[in-house]
C-alpha cells in the first residue's frame, strides 16, 4: 500500500516567507524608482535682446505713427538698399499723402531726385526754422539747390509753396523730419539744372470712338463728285426701245385682230 508524501509545515513556512521577502525588496524598488525624480533635460537659452533699431527705421516708425505719411515711408523704405536718403545731420521735409496724389514716381531716379529736394543739409528743428528770415535759403542735399523760407511765422510756416503741418515728427538731434502738405516747386524757386522731376500721374484713356465699316475699308461711295453727271446703273431710267417694241406689238395684235373680225362682217 504505497502512502502520499507530504511537505513538512516547515518548508512551507519557509517558501512563503521567501517569496513575501521577494515581493517587498521588489516594491520597495519601484517605490525608489517613482520617488526619484527625471533628469532634468537641457535648458533652452533664453531669447537675447533684440537688435536695435536702425535710423532709418526709427524715421520710417515716426512718420508712420504720424498717420498721414504712408507714401513717403513707403518710399523711403524703396531705396534703403540704394539710395537711402536717410543719414546723420540732414532735416527731411516729407509731404503728407495727399502731396503725391497728382505725382507719377515711376522710376528709382525720379524717386531719389525728389527726396533729395525735400532733405536739407543740416539739421533745422522748427525753434531754429522760427529763427530764419523771410528770403533765407536752407541748402538742400543736392548742390545749388536750395528751399526758400517764404513765411517763417509759427502757424503755417511756409517754405517755397509748401506748410509745414507737422513740426519735428523726428529729432534725434542728428536728423529732423517735419511734415509738409506739398511737394516743393523746386523749379519755380531756383535756376540751377535740375534733376528728373515726377511726371504727372497718367490720365484714363477715353472710350474709343466707333468708326464705320465702310470708313474703314475705304470710300466705296458711289455719290458722283460735284459736277459729275454719272449716275449709278441702279438710278438709270427704263429704256426708250423697250417701250417702242411694247407698242408695235400692241399695234400687230390689233390689226390681226380686225382682220379675222372683218370677213364675218
Keep these: 500500500m504505497c502512502t502520499r508524501r ?6 512551507m513556512s519557509l517558501s512563503l516567507l521567501a517569496c513575501a521577502t521577494v515581493l517587498h ?44 505719411f504712408g507714401a513717403i515711408s ?36 525720379v524717386l531719389t531726385t525728389l527726396l533729395n529736394y525735400q532733405t536739407a543739409s543740416g539739421t533745422y528743428d522748427f525753434q531754429s526754422l522760427l529763427g530764419l528770415s523771410v528770403g533765407y535759403r536752407i541748402p538742400t542735399v543736392t548742390p545749388k539747390i ?24 523726428y529729432n534725434n538731434g542728428s536728423v529732423v523730419v517735419h511734415g509738409v502738405d506739398a511737394i516743393f516747386f523746386t523749379r519755380l524757386y531756383n535756376t540751377a539744372t535740375l534733376g528728373p522731376v515726377p511726371a504727372p500721374a497718367p490720365v484714363a484713356p477715353s472710350a474709343p470712338v466707333s468708326t464705320p465699316a465702310s470708313a474703314a475699308a475705304g470710300s466705296t461711295s458711289t455719290t458722283p463728285a460735284a459736277g459729275s453727271s454719272k449716275t449709278s446703273p441702279n438710278d438709270a431710267p427704263a429704256r ?10 400692241l399695234g400687230v395684235i390689233t390689226i390681226s385682230l380686225t382682220l379675222l373680225i372683218s370677213p364675218n362682217l
Excluded at 33 to 58: D, E, F, S
Excluded at 240 to 249: G, T
Design 6 to 11: 507530504t511537505r513538512p509545515a516547515q518548508f
Design 240 to 249: 426708250p426701245a423697250a417701250n417702242s417694241f411694247a407698242f408695235v406689238l
Design 25 to 68: 525588496v521588489l516594491g520597495a524598488v519601484v517605490n525608489a524608482q517613482l520617488a526619484t525624480p527625471p533628469a532634468p533635460g537641457p535648458t533652452a537659452a533664453a531669447p537675447g535682446p533684440a537688435p536695435p533699431l536702425t535710423l532709418h527705421q526709427k524715421v520710417v516708425d515716426a512718420l508712420r505713427a504720424a498717420g498721414t
Design 146 to 169: 536750395s528751399i526758400v523760407v517764404k513765411d517763417p511765422a509759427s502757424v503755417n510756416y511756409q517754405l517755397d509753396n509748401a506748410f509745414i503741418t507737422n513740426p519735428d515728427i
Design 74 to 109: 513707403g518710399a523711403l523704405d524703396s531705396l534703403i538698399d540704394t539710395a537711402d536718403p536717410i543719414k546723420p545731420d540732414i532735416t527731411l521735409f516729407a509731404p503728407s499723402d495727399d502731396a503725391f496724389t497728382d505725382v507719377a514716381l515711376n522710376s528709382t531716379s
